[in-house]
Nanobody
């Protein structure tokens, strides 16, 4: 049972990144998937959530209109497209699978928004 994130890195303000999270070892298509982020000394916060059918989607207010969560159940992958990035988006980003009889976290991928 595993989630592996990728796609993080250093980007200038106003730039874009696409994060990916690949699942293995469980039935991905039945799980709700979420992206969280965390900075040192701060609580992990929910950024975006998508249900198994991709017809219920939630965004943290500060990312609405800039971030897009999506999933490809055939590829066991959830994505987070991040546009118009701001320095305050800097964090380690984690994906989470839940709502399907288990709860799994990935190891995180760092995103740094800086000029």
């Amino acid at each position: 049972v595993q989630l592996v994130e990728s796609g993080g890195g250093l980007v200038q303000p106003g730039g874009s990144l696409r994060l990916s999270c690949v699942a293995s070892g469980f039935t991905f298509s039945t799980c709700t998937m979420s992206w969280f982020r965390q900075n040192p000394g701060k609580e992990r916060e929910s950024v975006a959530t998508i249900n198994s059918a991709a017809d219920v989607i939630y965004y943290k207010s500060s990312v609405k209109g800039r971030f897009t969560i999506s999933r490809d159940n055939a590829k066991n992958t959830v994505y987070l497209q991040m546009n118009s990035l701001k320095p305050e988006d800097t964090a380690v980003y984690f994906c989470k699978a839940w709502g399907c009889g288990l709860e799994v976290w990935g190891q995180g991928t760092p995103v740094t928004v800086s000029s």
